[in-house]
T-cell receptor
Framework: GAGVSQTPSNKVTEKGKYVELRCDPI?????LYWYRQSLGQGPEFLIY????????DSGLPNDRFFAVRPEGSVSTLKIQRTERGDSAVYLC????????????FGPGTRLLVL | RKEVEQDPGPFNVPEGATVAFNCTYS??????FFWYRQDCRKEPKLLMS???SGNEDGRFTAQLNRASQYISLLIRDSKLSDSATYLC???????????FGAGTRLAVHP
């Protein structure tokens, strides 16, 4: 079956611009997660959705970052006024239940802010 | 102090060698632990869960020591295809978010 997909695979933008990153989870998975991975580091948790609602957004670094999942399936991570420090790989994962032990990751979106 | 600490490596070993990685964690309340594997420019993939009693999957053995708050991964008979970064992971607060270490890089050479 289809895994988690993310678009675009690569995104280059200029400092100050707005970007949207999309995640399509595995069909039927109720839980969706966003992580950010900087070079040489492990993924860092950003936000977790259970259905349509953000159950835990404690990892969002500041109010420039926002994510939505309006119909409980596809999610969009939105970054306003991008900064060079936002450059990273943004990973999305989904899992079938309420516990996050089995998370399936997408290939990620590589964001480069110039 | 970081929640998860790993030796970044790289560990350079010949084919057939046995190699072991350790990882320490700071949150004594952590309940679920994992090793993930990440190939260059790819997403992390679950290698194995780590149980208190220790568990084995083919050439891979994982151990958890709750008293000392560390987990380990042993790879026997290393293959070229084992070359990757190995991420130590535990399930964080609320049993939803994964907390990752920075990873240990393994390079297996002929």
């Amino acid at each position: 079956g289809a895994g988690v997909s993310q678009t675009p695979s690569n995104k280059v933008t200029e400092k100050g611009k707005y970007v949207e990153l999309r995640c399509d989870p595995i069909s039927g998975h109720t839980a969706l997660y966003w992580y950010r991975q900087s070079l040489g580091q492990g993924p860092e948790f950003l936000i977790y959705f259970q259905g349509t609602g953000a159950a835990d957004d404690s990892g969002l670094p500041n109010d420039r970052f926002f994510a939505v999942r309006p119909e409980g399936s596809v999610s969009t991570l939105k970054i306003q006024r991008t900064e060079r420090g936002d450059s990273a790989v943004y990973l999305c994962a989904s899992s079938p239940g309420t516990r996050g032990e089995t998370q399936y990751f997408g290939p990620g979106t590589r964001l480069l802010v110039l | 102090r970081k929640e998860v600490e790993q030796d970044p490596g790289p560990f350079n070993v010949p084919e057939g060698a046995t190699v072991a990685f350790n990882c320490t964690y700071s949150n004594s309340a952590s309940q679920s632990f994992f090793w993930y594997r990440q190939d260059c420019r790819k997403e992390p993939k679950l290698l194995m869960s780590v149980y208190s009693s220790g568990n084995e999957d083919g050439r891979f053995t994982a151990q958890l020591n709750r008293a000392s708050q560390y987990i380990s991964l042993l790879i026997r008979d290393s293959k070229l295809s084992d070359s990757a970064t190995y991420l130590c992971v535990f399930l964080g607060g609320g049993y939803n978010k994964l907390i990752f270490g920075a990873g240990t890089r393994l390079a297996v050479h002929p």
